[in-house]
C-alpha cells in the first residue's frame, strides 16, 4: 500500500481538487477542432503528467458539424428556435413548406402524417431515429417540440463515428429545428383543430472534415512491460456552451480517479489507459471511434474492460439505479454503487450512445453516466434517449441545463460529485487490482439462455433451438467452473478476454466486429431479430419463409462464438 494511503482509494477522493479543475473547464466553450477546446486538452495533459502518466496528444481527422444561427417563421409569426449537429442547412432565404403533425416521430406516425415533400412537427428531443426516419419518408424539414421552455443542442446523425462512402448516405438530408414546449404546442393546436400552418426555416451549420485532438494518457503497473493488460477509462471533452457538467465534471471525476489510483500503483496487476475524445457532442462519437479503428488490434489483444464517464455530480442527481453496466460487469457495478452510494441498480444494459465504439472489438463495457434526476419530477429530457426498448427507469437524465447554455458551474452539487467519483474509483481499482478480474460469464450465459427460452416458447414448431440453448448451458457450467477452478490467475483472466472477444459482438452488435452499427437503439442480443422477426411471422408466409433463411444464418453466428466461448473456458 501507498505511504498514507487509506485502504479504501475511494476514500481519497478531494473534491476540492476537482471543483478547481470545474473552475479551469468553465472558462472555455469546447467546440470540436476548436483552438479553445485544445488549449484546454493541454490543460488535460499537463495535469495527467504531473500526476506521473505518459500522454500523448493526436490530431486526427474527423466529419464534424457545427450548429449556426436558425430562424423559424410561422404563417409570419418569429419563433424562437435552434438548429442542430449535422441538420441540412437551408438555402438562400430560407425553405418554405406546410407543416404536419406526426406525433413522437415513429415510423408508423411520420407515414400517417404523410411528411413527403413537407415540415414535419414532432415531440420530443431531435434525435438520431426520428431524422434517419423522416429523411427515408421524403420530409423536407423538421421541427422538434422540447419538453419544457429550453431548447436542448442535439447532434442528429444515426452515422457512428466519421461516415464512409457508404454510410454517409445515412446523414440526414433535412432541416431540423427545436422550438420551446409551449410555441411547438401552439403549433400542434392549430394543426389539431383543422388549421393549415406554413413555416419558413432557416439553418446555418458549418459540417465538414476538420482536425480534431485526443488525449492518451498510460501508467502501468510498476515493472510491467509495455504490453500489459490494460483498463480503457473515457470520456469525451468537447462541450455544447461551457458544458461544466457535460462534461466538465466528469473530465474532473476521471482526472481524480488517475490521481487516486496513480498512489497506489504499486498494488496494480494491470495498467491504466485514460482517453479524452473530441468529436462527441459535434460528430456522433468520432474520437472514440477513430480510436477503435486505429487501435483495433492492440484493444483486441490488451483492454480487459471500458469503463465511460461522462455528466457527473449534477445538482438534483440523487438517483443511481439506472447506472448501467454490460451483463459480466453487472456484479461490479452493483458492489461500487452500493458501497460507495448506498443504492441498488436495477440492471439495465449498455445504452446505444456515450462512447459506447468498442463493443464489435469484443470489450466489456461499465457504465456511462452516474446520478441522474428522480424520475417523475419536472420534464424527463433525456430518460428517453438514455432507455433502451421497453426499460422502465427510475433516472430522468441530467437536468434541464443539460445541453444549454445554462451548463454553468452553478449546476455542480459537489457532495454528489464527490459520491459519483468514489463510485468510478472503486470499481477502476478493483479492475486495476484485483488477482482475478471479476468478468461474470456464467452469469452472461444465463443471461442470454433466459431470452433464447422465451424465443423458443415464441417460435413454437417454426425453428429448433435445442441445440444452441445446449451449448449455452455447456457455457454457463464452464464459466462458473472457470471461477471456481483455483487455477493460475493470469490463465483464467486470460480466458475471460478470449471470452469476452467472443461474446461481446453478439450482446451488443449486429455482427460485424469491424464496423459500427448506427446510432439507434439497439434489443437486447440484435443478431436475435431475425428470429423475433420469424416468431411474429405468419406460419408458412413469405415473410416467414424470408426471416427463416436470416434467422438460420443469424444462429449460425452465435453458436459459432458459443464454441469459441467455450473453448476459452477449457484451460
Request: with cysteine; aromatic share 6%; charged share 20%.
Amino acid at each position: 500500500m501507498a505511504e498514507g494511503m487509506s485502504a479504501s482509494p475511494a476514500a481519497e477522493v478531494d473534491i476540492a481538487r476537482m471543483m478547481a479543475h470545474l473552475e479551469v473547464f468553465a472558462r472555455r466553450v469546447k467546440l470540436s477542432g476548436s483552438p479553445e477546446e485544445l488549449e484546454s486538452f493541454h490543460y488535460l495533459e499537463a495535469t495527467l503528467r504531473g500526476y506521473g502518466f505518459a500522454t500523448d496528444l493526436i490530431l486526427h481527422d474527423a466529419y464534424i458539424s457545427l450548429p449556426g444561427a436558425a430562424s423559424l417563421d410561422v404563417d409570419g409569426s418569429a419563433i424562437r428556435c435552434i438548429t442542430h449537429s449535422f441538420s441540412r442547412p437551408s438555402p438562400e432565404g430560407g425553405l418554405a413548406g406546410e407543416v404536419v403533425y406526426a406525433g413522437r416521430g415513429t415510423e408508423a406516425e411520420l407515414l400517417a402524417a404523410g411528411i413527403e415533400g413537407r415540415i414535419a412537427l414532432i415531440e420530443g428531443l431531435a434525435a438520431p431515429a426520428p431524422s434517419d426516419a423522416a429523411s427515408r419518408h421524403g420530409a423536407i424539414g423538421q421541427i422538434h417540440i422540447s419538453a419544457h421552455e429550453h431548447l436542448h443542442e442535439m447532434c442528429i446523425s444515426p452515422v457512428w463515428g466519421s461516415p464512409t462512402e457508404a454510410t454517409r448516405q445515412r446523414l440526414p438530408r433535412t432541416i431540423v429545428l427545436t422550438v420551446s414546449a409551449e410555441d411547438g404546442g401552439a403549433i400542434r393546436d392549430r394543426l389539431r383543430a383543422g388549421g393549415r400552418v406554413t413555416a419558413r426555416m432557416l439553418a446555418s451549420v458549418d459540417t465538414g472534415w476538420r482536425k480534431i485532438p485526443l488525449l492518451v494518457a498510460d501508467m502501468h503497473r510498476l515493472g510491467a512491460a509495455a504490453a500489459e493488460p490494460f483498463v480503457l477509462f473515457s470520456g469525451h471533452h468537447d462541450t455544447w456552451h461551457f458544458g461544466v457538467m457535460d462534461n466538465g465534471s466528469a473530465n474532473a471525476t476521471m482526472l481524480e480517479v488517475a490521481r487516486v489510483a496513480a498512489a497506489g500503483r504499486a498494488r496494480w496487476r494491470r495498467g491504466l489507459r485514460l482517453c479524452f475524445w473530441s468529436g462527441h457532442s459535434h460528430g456522433r462519437y468520432a474520437g472514440s471511434t477513430w480510436y477503435a479503428d486505429h487501435h483495433w488490434a492492440e484493444l483486441a489483444a490488451r483492454c480487459v474492460a471500458h469503463v465511460n464517464c461522462d455528466s457527473t455530480g449534477g445538482k438534483g442527481a440523487t438517483v443511481l439505479a439506472d447506472a448501467l453496466s454490460s451483463t459480466e460487469l453487472r456484479g461490479l457495478a452493483a458492489e461500487a454503487v452500493l458501497t460507495e452510494g448506498q443504492q441498488q441498480i436495477t440492471g439495465l444494459r449498455m445504452s446505444r450512445a456515450g462512447d459506447a465504439s468498442f463493443w464489435g472489438i469484443g470489450i466489456p463495457s461499465l457504465f456511462m453516466g452516474m446520478g441522474e434526476q428522480p424520475a417523475g419530477e419536472g420534464a424527463n429530457v433525456a430518460g428517453a434517449i438514455l432507455a433502451g426498448a421497453g426499460e422502465v427507469r427510475k433516472g430522468a437524465g441530467f437536468g434541464w441545463w443539460w445541453h444549454t447554455p445554462d451548463d454553468t458551474l452553478d449546476k455542480i452539487d459537489p457532495d454528489l460529485l464527490a459520491r459519483d467519483t468514489r463510485i468510478y474509483v472503486h470499481a477502476i481499482w478493483r479492475l486495476l487490482a484485483d488477482e482475478v478480474l471479476a468478468h461474470d460469464y456464467a452469469r452472461f450465459a444465463g443471461d442470454l439462455l433466459g431470452v433464447l427460452d422465451a424465443l423458443d416458447a415464441a417460435l413454437g414448431d417454426k425453428f429448433e433451438l435445442g441445440r444452441l440453448r445446449a451449448r449455452v448451458r455447456v457455457l454457463q457450467d464452464d464459466a462458473a467452473a472457470l471461477d471456481a477452478s483455483g487455477a493460475d490467475a493470469s490463465r483464467i483472466n486470460q480466458a475471460k478476454m478470449r471470452l469476452g472477444r467472443a461474446l461481446v459482438p453478439i450482446d451488443y452488435t449486429h455482427g460485424n466486429r469491424f464496423d459500427h452499427d448506427p446510432a439507434l437503439k439497439l434489443p437486447a442480443y440484435p443478431l436475435l431479430d431475425p428470429l423475433r422477426a420469424l416468431a411474429a411471422a405468419p406460419a408458412g408466409s413469405d415473410a416467414a419463409k424470408f426471416a427463416e433463411v436470416a434467422a438460420r444464418r443469424a444462429t449460425n453466428r452465435i453458436a459459432d462464438a458459443i464454441d469459441q466461448a467455450i473453448a476459452a473456458t477449457r484451460l
